[in-house]
Nanobody
Framework: QVQPVQSGGGLVQAGGSLRLSCAAS????????MGWFRQAPGKEREFVAG????????YYGDSVKGRFTISRDNAKNTVYLQMNSLKPEDTAVYYC????????????WGQGTQVTVSS
């Protein structure tokens, strides 16, 4: 079982960058695809990005393609989300999730971290 613990996030101006981290406990971290989701107030949770168990495959939601990059370091049991060219509409609570099948998480969720982009 992999339990994600998130860090990063905060307040940034439009056009700026932030990096989120998700450190997962458990010896089987490198066996799982991992992903990021987000939920803005009054909206449904949205898929942001996913990465295969070895980092060889990455995929993104349409709204973040070309701006966000997901990566992982299995030696550190950590997955990252680098967010560039941030927009006010990226404001949301971001969640890390374990054990993705395409865009469907089957494992545990991180605690969530707020990202706020000011205009």
């Amino acid at each position: 079982q992999v339990q994600p613990v998130q860090s990063g996030g905060g307040l940034v101006q439009a056009g700026g960058s932030l990096r989120l981290s998700c450190a997962a406990s458990g010896r089987t971290f490198s066996s799982y695809a991992m992903g990021w989701f987000r939920q803005a107030p009054g909206k449904e949770r949205e898929f942001v990005a996913g990465i295969s168990w070895n980092g060889g495959s990455t995929y993104y939601g349409d709204s973040v393609k070309g701006r966000f990059t997901i990566s992982r370091d299995n030696a550190k049991n950590t997955v990252y989300l680098q967010m560039n060219s941030l927009k006010p509409e990226d404001t949301a609570v971001y969640y890390c999730a374990a054990d993705l099948i395409k865009t469907i998480p089957r494992g545990s969720w991180g605690q969530g971290t707020q990202v706020t982009v000011s205009s």
